[in-house]
């Protein structure tokens, strides 16, 4: 019982998991205690490989052969969860526990429709007749803002998108009514207009109900914007928990406080501040230091951090698994990791003409065409993956691309690059126009242009060592012999960071950021002139994330190299880049300084993105402004302006059917791409202040 | 350490590393009953096929008009048959033949099917529709249907046998590589040779084949077992070797008519047969499971 008298619904006390690993058992989880109470969205926040996912396996009772717990209890109410056999659990299992998975598609039956799926949930575990199950699964879907319910529950999964996929799955799983509701990263695979959507429908559908929720994620931004609780775990173990305000207003654990500062905050440029980063890396598991398991990698961890501290109870309803919280309250010490070098000077460009300049690109995928077509002799159809698209990065510069999946951003990175022919328009690479075939560019071209994929894992040949794959394009590109080239393969490790005897090592034996590292070194290692960047940090975990993000912008200055750095991360993107450029559907939407990004006018897309990036500030929770519907097929490109079909601010007719003009706003400097004149836009769109959490410097 | 001796370590590094990494595989080789048994059977065929003209107490065609159709004893192990030559001497020394005959065939279909493999699948466009087009309708053929087609246009003689093996394996082992290149040339690895300008050559062998070697190599080892049976087939039904070779199949083939009297004449060289397929399928399969494991590290 709390003081509220309220009895949690699930209650973990000091839960250890362990896996099996040939002779010994490695803690996967160690010593864990949370209760969530009826009606509170409780988040669980870690990176990869720091047992979130272990834990809520254990809560289910779903470890599989290999692993399983050493000691502690989970209570789900009354009931013990570890003192019930299988039969019993499968009782649990969909009705007091259900679970919303990251990955929708896999988790629903292709070869059946979505109503006859939800029914048959409604019949096997509360029992009722298929009429009342049909009609009860069709309220459930309108209930989780399906436009057309009826129409979605004769559909197969294929035949929706992932949002809606997304959306099915919480009907399905809240039908049943359960006392406790885990979601496992359920907005990781979407983007983020359609992540703003289904946040949002968390939110209002578990405001008036009893059920607890267990919100695992790696998102910070996420937990801001939903959560009424947060744990914080690290390697295994739990090493704080509070209330989200709390949490983000005065985190109490050193690694609470780095992994909030390794976000960039929207409205951070890397002129203004160096992302702080979270010295050395996450232990494997089973291979944390004694004593405190943060101590390796903390900036004030002293003697007795050498002996392991307790979950420490730190003020009212909250605590921290550090002996030194109460003098990080008292303000005495600071957790914050000191920035490694001070802000980089970046000399102004000597030559005034652009690195690269793409004027009115088009990529256009002829598809195969159909019988039909062939007998009528109609032309085929086409893909229009990039529709029209000019793009401009004066030396020295950075010009960040932002789009959402199926925007059409990598197409243009790979035209860039030469991997895949443009249809119309021009691209010149210092003011030489650039030949369309990769075979036909000279091998000085080559050098001048390099990329980093999004990808670390595919980006490195698996059978060659890191120091062979460095060592390629010095050999090629440089026409070094292979004593110097060995030489500068050292200087590129040292700059990135690694250590030289990781030069003998092959990929598989290193993490994703330091594979990323290798890529990095790779691409810079012919002295480009303009690097292409394609999602580099993606896939890689927040503090991780910082570290590259940093790094980058620290070869870009010893270099002298434009960058074009493609993201579906305003945040990111707005931290790296000089200029950004807002793409949609193939076509731009907007241009704009990074400063600006965050002042009126906005275009309706950018606007939209804007308001659905969840903050890592719960004092921020906005109300997004929806985007209904999905970004249409490229196929049946819309005509006139193409995000007419989702604009929240669409005028009409005109919208429809003709292309806007570009205008320019004589005070940001910013050009958009919209019929709505600037005026108008401005006085609809109220002036966003870039946030920054009241808790910084 | 001192840098000397450092840079000695290295580049006895990258040998002993290999011999290591060898001696690795075939300790995990045979760590499973099944495929330690299959690899001793095939280096057991491959020592015999050796030895074989050293230690057979016969020639192969010798004739020893006395001891015709005796049963297997201590003199004439696996016996006699009816024209009184020597079954033991002759399914050793016909070991050495059928042997070479599969392993040269299968090696050459590798080799060409490998390339071909690798081309189309990293070029695609026509090239790779026409190679791929031809090999499907020679593959829709049942192998030993081709086989005896083939022999028909070029004579029958081992050189044709070389022939067929070649036209039949061809097209398979390229499938299978061409498989493994699609699946590998739109990784970054390989985008990311291709912007610093390599060659294709050296883009297809540097950089792709290493990863088609581990399914290359199984795949070689479940050919040449095929291709020891289809020798023997061919033997068989005499339109290969041709008499007095002491071909396996050929033996079968030759005996067959005194089935009933001199059955040993029959059992032993179709044991040989059986038993050597058998040996490198299970191998075959060893080598999957361990390059796997290998490939999960």
Not at chain 1, 234 to 250: C, G, I, P
Not at chain 1, 256 to 270: A, R, V, Y
Not at chain 2, 101 to 115: M, Q, R, S
Not at chain 2, 222 to 235: K, M, Q, T
Request: aromatic share 6%; with cysteine.
């Amino acid at each position: 019982m709390d003081k509220f008298g309220n009895a949690p619904i699930l209650d973990i006390n000091q839960l250890t998991v362990a896996y099996q690993h040939g002779d010994v058992w490695l803690e996967a989880v160690r010593e864990v205690s949370l209760r969530i109470n009826s009606g509170e969205i409780y988040g669980l926040v870690g990176e990869s490989g720091s047992g979130k996912t272990t834990l809520i396996m254990a809560v289910m009772r779903y470890l599989g052969e290999k692993g399983g717990i050493c000691s502690g209890e989970i209570l789900l109410q009354d009931t013990n969860l570890l003192e019930l056999n299988e039969a019993e659990m499968r009782k649990v299992w969909g009705k007091a526990i259900t679970l919303v998975p990251q990955n929708p598609l896999s988790s629903l039956n292709p070869s059946m429709r979505i109503g006859d799926q939800l029914a048959e949930t409604l019949h096997h575990q509360l029992g009722l007749e298929s009429g009342a199950a049909r009609q009860r699964s069709i309220e459930w879907l309108d209930r989780v803002r399906l436009p057309d319910p009826e129409r979605t529950a004769n559909q197969y999964p294929h035949q929706i998108s992932g949002g809606m996929q997304q959306r099915v799955l919480i009907a399905m799983a809240l039908c049943t009514e359960p006392q406790l509701l885990v979601l496992d990263e359920p907005t990781s695979n979407l983007d983020v207009t359609t992540q703003a959507v289904i946040l949002d429908l968390i939110n209002d559908l578990m405001h008036d109900r009893d059920t607890a929720v267990l919100y695992v994620t790696h998102n910070l931004g996420v937990v801001a914007q939903v959560c009424d609780r947060v744990a914080v775990m690290y390697a295994s173990e739990l090493v704080e928990d509070a209330a989200t305000q709390d949490l983000f207003s005065k985190p109490l654990h050193p690694y609470t406080q780095g992994l909030i500062d390794s976000l960039p905050q929207l409205g951070d440029t890397k002129d203004s501040i160096q992302l702080r980063t979270i010295r050395g890396q996450i232990p494997a598991i089973g291979k944390g230091p004694p004593g405190c398991i943060f101590r390796t990698r903390c900036p004030i961890a002293i003697e007795i951090c050498e002996t392991r501290p307790p979950l420490i109870p730190a003020g009212k309803s909250r605590s921290s698994r550090c002996h030194r919280w109460s003098e990080i309250e008292e303000g005495t010490i600071s957790a914050k990791q000191l920035s490694h070098n001070g802000e980089s000077q970046r000399s102004s460009p000597f030559r005034e003409s652009p690195t690269l300049e793409v004027d009115e690109l088009k990529v256009h995928f002829p598809l195969r065409r159909s019988f039909g077509e062939w007998v009528r002799r109609e032309p085929g159809k086409k893909v229009r993956a990039v529709d029209g698209v000019d793009l401009e990065i004066t030396p020295n510069r950075t010009l960040g691309l932002v789009g959402e999946s199926g925007s059409g951003k990598t197409t243009i990175a790979r035209a860039v690059m030469g991997l895949v022919g443009k249809s119309e328009g021009s691209i010149d690479l210092l003011t030489l126009p650039l030949p369309d075939k990769l075979s036909q560019r000279e091998l000085e071209t080559l050098r001048l242009l390099q990329m980093v994929f999004q990808n670390p894992e595919g980006a490195l040949n698996p059978y060659l060592t890191v120091g062979e794959s460095l060592r390629r394009p010095l050999l090629r590109l440089l026409n070094l012999s292979k004593i110097e080239a060995d030489a500068k393969v050292a200087t590129l490790m040292q700059a990135v960071q690694l250590p030289h005897e990781y030069a003998e090592r092959l990929p598989g034996h290193l993490s994703g950021g330091e594979l990323q590292r290798v890529a990095i070194a790779r691409a810079f290692a012919s002295n480009p002139e303009l690097l292409v960047l394609d999602e580099p940090v993606s896939s890689l975990d927040v503090s991780v994330q910082a570290a590259i993000l940093n790094l980058i912008s620290e070869l870009q200055s010893d270099h002298q190299s434009s960058l074009l750095f493609i993201s579906h991360d305003l945040a990111v993107v707005s931290y790296v880049a000089d200029q950004i450029s807002v793409i949609y559907l193939g076509t731009l939407m907007e241009v704009s300084e990074p400063g600006e990004l965050f002042n009126a006018p906005h275009h309706p897309y950018t606007e939209a993105l804007l308001a659905a990036i969840p903050l890592p500030d719960p004092s921020l929770r906005s109300a997004p402004i929806h985007l209904q519907g999905d970004i249409p097929n490229p196929v049946d490109h819309p005509g006139g302006c193409p995000f007419h079909t989702r604009c929240p601010r669409y005028l009409g007719e005109i919208c429809a059917t003709q292309s806007p003009p570009w205008q320019i706003d004589d005070k940001t400097g910013k050009r958009i791409y919209c019929h709505i004149p600037l005026e108008e836009l401005k006085e609809l769109q109220f002036e966003m202040k870039s946030p920054r959490p009241a808790n910084t410097d | 350490m001192t840098t000397g001796q450092r840079s000695t370590d290295l580049s006895l590094g990258t040998a002993t590393s290999w011999w290591r990494r060898l001696l690795l595989f075939a300790r995990r080789l045979f760590s499973s009953p099944t495929s330690a048994i299959g690899a001793t059977i095939t280096l057991l065929f491959i020592l015999v096929a050796i030895l074989g003209p050293f230690i057979a107490p016969y020639g192969a065609n010798e004739i020893i008009a006395s001891d015709a159709r005796q049963p297997p004893s201590s003199t004439h192990w696996f016996g006699t048959d009816n024209l009184g030559r020597d079954v033991f001497s002759r399914v050793l020394l016909g070991a050495g033949e059928i042997l070479l005959l599969a392993g040269l065939g299968t090696l050459l279909a590798v080799i060409a099917g490998t390339l071909l493999g690798l081309l189309a699948g990293y070029r695609g466009g026509i090239f790779d529709e026409v190679i791929m087009r031809v090999f499907d309708s020679l593959l829709a053929l049942p192998a030993l249907l081709l086989a005896l087609l083939l022999l028909g246009t070029v004579g029958r003689s081992q050189n044709s046998v070389l022939i067929v093996i070649f036209v039949v394996y061809t097209p398979i082992v390229a499938r299978v590589v061409r498989s493994v290149v699609l699946a590998v040339k739109s990784q970054g690895f390989v985008e990311a040779a291709r912007l610093i300008g390599e060659s294709q050559a050296y883009i297809l062998l540097r950089e792709i084949m290493p990863s088609v070697l581990p399914t290359l190599s199984v795949e070689s080892a479940l050919r040449f077992s095929y291709a020891i049976f289809l020798v023997a087939s061919l033997g068989f039904l005499g339109v290969g070797v041709q008499p007095p070779s002491p071909n396996w199949g050929l033996m079968v083939k030759e005996a067959r008519t005194y089935a009933s009297q001199i059955p040993w004449a029959i059992i032993f060289p179709a044991a040989a047969i059986s038993i050597v397929v058998i040996g490198i399928n299970l191998l075959a399969d060893g080598m999957k499971r361990v390059l796997q494991a290998t490939g999960n590290e």
